[in-house]
């Protein structure tokens, strides 16, 4: 058992932690580009069908909810705080 002990450190924690959220990120990806993406054909009749016109269903594919949402906002990670830094009449 003191061999466990010398690996699993607390100071790895954060590393393990990031590993997991990555791992995390790339699995949800992975599903959902096997069930929504309209190019990604797993049967082997939707295989067969070729090049598709599907137009619509790659726009929806295209414009999730989370590109609709940040669509018209600033690209700024904390608005308050650089407003509040740059806008001279606040000093």
Not at 21 to 44: D, H, M, W, Y
Request: aromatic share 12%.
């Amino acid at each position: 058992m003191a061999s466990a002990s010398r690996w699993l450190r607390p100071e790895a924690y954060p590393l393990f932690a990031a590993t997991g959220v990555a791992l995390g990120i790339c699995a949800f990806q992975l599903v959902r580009n096997i069930t929504i993406n309209p190019e990604v054909r797993v049967s082997k009749q939707g295989r067969a069908a070729g090049v598709l016109e599907n137009f619509d269903e790659g726009f929806k594919y295209k414009e999730h909810f989370l590109r609709k949402f940040v669509q018209n906002r600033k690209p700024e990670i904390m608005p308050t705080l650089n407003s509040f830094f740059s806008d001279p009449t606040n000093n």
